[in-house]
């Protein structure tokens, strides 16, 4: 009903004031009067030139009832955040609390009460007053809101267990809140659309995993008024409440039953890695053996440039055929990221399906003169795939054997095996072999080359000049007319001799141009495979020619830990779980994961020539009229046949 009515102006507009209305007018004729009256206004305010109307209404709010816990926070807000934006705000609130104090005035849109307490009960209203666009024009309003807030000791909650279970299992549901006396009652129920359904439980002795019933009363054990559901499935979700009267009281206890799909199960480990190595198309091809040698020899510049690196005032010495060998017999069951690592590792091209094909013809090339054998060892309870096993033997020359039950009785298997392929030089390669061994990778190496030109057959002892600036006497290889090629190389800054051997094969010493470990150094960072194969070439085409030759007899026998260098070419994923499923397909929560590496080596350079061996897991200016090397120097023993260097070494001390 419309109260009073009143003109004005304000700040150059014109106004329309303390227009008071009831919003509870139900009646028609209550809305009519005030639409006539409200028309009357509306003329006379265009008689007095009114720029604009403002409207204010006052509207009576029934109280919104909160009921708020004891201890908790409470925010109140005089405008729902939804609400059309108001110009100009201004906010009133009041609090008429239950004790009948009044709270003083608060000029915020919203209002916090922490720690709500007994004196924050009550009546809170808020009043808000400014600018709103209104039926095509900007209005002043008065908006009203009201709170009664009821202060309670604590929340009643309304408990359910949550029980999760996969679709096709079976679920026991236990009443745990009822008495465990068997005398009271307890009934079953499952709430569905149409309001709760009784469960028809019948007998025990119906139930079980030969019983009739899905959903039956569990065996005692599992609790007094437990039930059980055998062969859940979605259409058993929902919630289950069990029933019972105690002391005149209806009591219960409520579960909700959510049922899930099956959790997948994840393929096996070896999923799509099981199959064989492919098959080469192109056997014997010219194109596989460039690769295969010129991915050796970077191989054998890059390990060398490691194990340099690693010792770089020892003497050094390393077969990188040998080491490859092991490594392609490895790869020979290696699938996945483990197989590109191993390939990157060997510097050969992705995906090159003739490798080991590859490795199979440049034993048979070399075995006139070079001996390559290679050998797997692997534990009972390993399941080695029959595909690698015949492709092992096939390509690599021996079938897998068994070890035995005993630690020491395969240590002396191995070694015996290692001495009898290096003609008993290296005769104590394994140490000892842990008892999780499952799987130990061999191969070695041997080669005894004579001199095609002879020294001469006496003793002669020379001083050796040491890095440090120590003179040491050595035993020496010497001859006042020695043929043989000498040259010097420019791109690796080095005097360069290359000594004939029978077997095809040329001994290579490399000889920096001062004592200085600077120059030493220089010339070990520019052996790559570029400059490795130039040298190589290029000492074709020089004639030999006569020269006084004074060379230390060498006796080297050195043994290298694999751990480190195998982690520094990239190879650590062999350290965790390699993927070796060609070679092993079994899915077991302890894959294979590599433990120890070693590499020994062994070089004879006596009277007669040169003799080395190795089991895994060699590199000399101008024409000279002398070549003396009674200093630190570099050495080769590259194969002619193979066209890639068999042994590498440096010698820095007798």
Known sequence: MLNSVAIGYSNGRSELADVMMDTH????????????????????????RILSLLLFAELSLSATDLYVTLGSTLVLHCIPPNYTEVGEPRYSWT????????????????????KIGPKDAGLYECVTEGWVQR????????????????????????????????????????CSSAPQSSSILITWHREVQSGKEELDLGLESE??????????????????????????????????????QEHGVLKNHTMELVVKAPTPQPPPRCHGYTTPWETCKAENSRSGKAILVESLTEFSMHLYSLLSK??????????PISIAGVLTNLLLGARGQTRTSLERALHLPSFFSCLHSE???????????????????????????????????????????????????NVDMINAWVADKTHQRIKHL????????????????????KWLVKFQQRKELAEFLTSSGDLVPVPVLYSSKYKMALSYSKELDAQVAAVPLSGQARLFVLLPNTLSSRDLEALESKMDESNIRGMVKSMESVTPETVEVTLPIMKLDISTDLMGLLEDMGLSDLFGSPNLCGLSAEDTYLPLALSDAQHRSFLSLTESGVEAGAA??????????????????????????????LFLGRFMKP
């Open 25 to 48: 007018c139900n009646s028609a004729q209550d809305q009519s009067s005030f639409n006539t009256q409200f028309t009357a206004l509306m003329s006379a305010s265009t008689t007095l």
């Open 95 to 114: 609090h008429v609390p239950l004790q009948d104090t009044l709270a003083p005035a608060l000029h915020s849109s919203s209002l916090s009460i922490s």
């Open 135 to 174: 039926w095509g024009d900007e209005r002043k309003m008065r908006l009203k809101a009201a709170f009664f807030v009821h202060i309670t000791e604590s929340t009643d909650l309304q408990q359910e267990e949550l029980l999760d279970v996969e679709r096709g299992d079976s679920i026991t549901l236990a």
């Open 207 to 244: 139930g079980g995993a030969n019983g009739s019933r899905r959903i039956h009363w569990a065996p005692p054990n599992l609790g007094p008024w437990a039930i059980k559901v055998n062969d859940v499935t979605a259409e058993d979700s929902g919630v289950y409440r069990c029933s019972w």
């Open 310 to 319: 690693s010792n770089p005032s020892s003497n050094l010495l390393f077969s």
């Open 359 to 409: 490795m199979k013809n440049l034993r048979q090339e070399l075995k006139e003169n070079v001996e390559i054998a290679s050998q797997i060892y692997y534990h009972a309870e390993l399941k080695l795939e029959e595909t690698f096993a015949n492709q092992s033997e096939v390509l690599y020359g021996s079938r897998p054997q068994r070890l035995s039950e005993n630690g020491e009785r």
């Open 430 to 449: 394994v140490k000892s072999l842990p008892s999780s061994a499952q799987l130990v990778v061999l191969n070695t190496i041997y080669f005894n080359g």
């Open 616 to 645: 895994t897991a060699l590199s000399l200016s101008r024409s000279f009229r002398s070549f003396s090397v009674l200093r630190p120097f570099l050495f080769m023993l590259w194969s002619d046949q193979a066209n890639c260097p």
